[in-house]
Structures are given as C-alpha cells and as structure tokens.
C-alpha cells in the first residue's frame, strides 16, 4: 500500500516571501499522479496543483510550483509571493493508476501552513 | 462549476443513534467517495462508489456502511454511532476512470457524537 508523509505538522511564513512544504511518498508503481489540495479554514478542499509521474517536468500553476524527484519519492509545494489567502491546510496526495486503487487518493497528515502579514 | 454538497455542516447525535449524512453531486459524475478528516490523521478514505449501487471498501470502513440509488447522491450511513465516530466527514466526487482525474469536495460535515 502506498503511503504519503509530511514531515511538517505547521510551516509559518512571511507576506510576500517564499515557503516550500515537503511531502514524500512510498510506492512500487511507476506510474502515478500526485497532488497538493489546500483546504482554507472552514471552506471546501480545493485542488491546487497535479503532477503526473511520467512527466519530468516540473507543474507550475501561477505562484504554486513543484519540485518532483521521482527517483528520491519527493514532492514539494513550493508558493511564491506569499499571500494572507494562500493560509491553510495543504495535504499532499498520491493517486495510484492500476485496479480498482485508481480511483482513490492517499493523503498525507497535511501540513498547517501560517501566513503572517 | 462543479458542486458538491452534504446535507448539513454541523450534527450531534447521541451514541447508539442510526445516522445518514448525505452527499449530492450536481456534475454526472461516476465516482463519489467518503473521508474522514481527524487532526494528525489527514483525510481515511471510509467507502467509494464508481457507479450506482457499487460500492468498495476503502481503509476504515468498520461502523460505516452506504448507499448509492442514484448517480448524484451518495450516503454514509452510521448504523449504531460511538463517540470514536465523531469527526469531519467529507464527500468527493470524480469523473469516470482517469480522464477526470481530480476530486471535488463538499464543504464537510462536523459530526459529534455525545
């Protein structure tokens, strides 16, 4: 079974500057997609950003980049120009492609992320 | 836009109660899933559905049962509630297969159980 970590319960960051949120996983399959959902305080989860595991280019959706390594399972959010909107729960997530799994995700523990003006 | 939405935000129920907490999709999608959401745990994946009246366990299905009649609406039935049940339960919803890979959620359900 595959298994998703982030090592960091709460980051903290300054308006306007840079953070980056870890997340490392654990699988035997080759091909997969892997995910960064941020779920604002009291409002719904949405999808921030999707990387598909044969791609070796990294995704990048406007401040929001990843930094993939297949080879080491890591994958990093990194958020650019922080802003008081992006402060919220992010949790990584993988998405196997084979059987019946393909339909479901794996979550991390998510990571509380702080944005201080 | 694609809208997901639960039956209601906030319930108490006392223990041993028979509970539903429902989930409608508005999108046609095929699949529709239930997560329980705990701090330090992130989101169980509880049952999902990939077509009317299928169901699979996920990882923690044990005092969780559902129903799926209809292609928009999926239930999480409680049949017999304990205090370890209590949680954010979240539904999603996706499109068949892989071509829509993504999951939309509904705004949760803050379920206490006294």
């Known amino acids: 079974a595959q298994t998703v970590t982030q090592s960091q319960p709460e980051m903290s960051v300054q308006e306007a500057e840079t953070v980056t949120l870890s997340c490392t996983y654990d699988t035997s399959e080759s091909d997969y997609y892997l995910f960064w959902y941020k779920q604002p305080p009291s409002r719904q989860m949405i999808l921030v950003i999707r990387q598909e595991a044969y791609k070796q280019q990294n995704a990048t959706e406007n401040r929001f980049s990843v930094n993939f390594q297949k080879a080491a399972k890591s994958f990093s959010l990194k958020i650019s120009d922080s802003q008081l909107g992006d402060a919220a729960m992010y949790f990584c997530?993988?998405?196997?492609?084979?059987?019946?799994?393909?339909?479901?995700?794996?979550f991390g523990k998510g990571t509380l992320l702080t944005v201080n003006p | 836009d694609v809208k997901v939405t639960q039956s209601s935000r906030y319930l108490v129920k006392r223990t041993g109660e028979k509970v539903f907490l429902e989930c409608v999709q508005d999108?046609?999608?095929?699949?529709m899933f239930w997560y329980r959401q705990d701090p330090g745990l992130g989101l169980r994946l509880i049952y999902f559905?990939?077509?009317?009246?299928?169901?699979e366990k996920g990882d923690i299905p044990e005092g969780y049962s559902v129903s799926r009649e209809k292609k928009e609406r999926f239930s999480l039935i409680l049949e017999s509630a304990s205090t370890n049940q209590t949680s954010m339960y979240l539904c999603?919803?996706?499109?068949?297969?892989?071509?829509?890979?993504?999951?939309?959620f509904g705004p949760g359900t803050r379920l206490t159980v006294t």
């Open positions: 999603a919803s996706s499109g068949p297969g892989q071509a829509h890979y993504e999951q939309y």
């Open positions: 997530a993988y998405r196997s492609l084979l059987g019946r799994s393909n339909y479901k995700l794996t």
């Open positions: 559905s990939y077509d009317v009246k299928m169901k």
């Open positions: 999108m046609d999608h095929e699949n």
